[in-house]
């Protein structure tokens, strides 16, 4: 949202375009991150493997994930829907 305020004199539209780059690359940036601790949980040598989602810490983050997931993609889905879910209303 920071773009919003930062960016004032441009157009809306390419505000929102920003916005939605940015959210996509932190989303990749995001899964590469938990690619590499999963990776390193299980190449760990001494003494074997650390277990994946171990602690609450664990969870939380997960949890924060898939709903940033779910921030990211379904305002795509629902744009596109607006018209077919709206049209029974009028």
């Known amino acids: 949202m ?3 305020r930062i960016f004032r004199s441009c157009r809306k539209i390419y505000l929102k375009v920003i916005h939605a ?3 996509a690359a932190a989303l990749i ?5 938990l690619k590499a601790v999963f ?4 190449n760990w040598k ?3 493997p650390i277990p994946h989602m171990y602690s609450l810490h664990s969870w ?3 949890i924060t994930v898939i709903l940033f997931g ?3 993609i379904l305002p795509i889905f629902f ?3 607006r018209k077919r879910l709206l049209a029974p209303v009028y």
Request: avoid cysteine.
């Open 2 to 4: 920071l773009v919003f």
């Open 29 to 33: 940036l995001v899964g590469v991150g």
């Open 79 to 81: 744009r596109f829907q």
């Open 70 to 72: 779910l921030q990211v």
């Open 60 to 62: 939380l983050g997960l």
């Open 46 to 48: 001494e003494p074997g």
């Open 21 to 23: 780059i940015i959210q």
């Open 39 to 42: 990776d390193s949980h299980d």
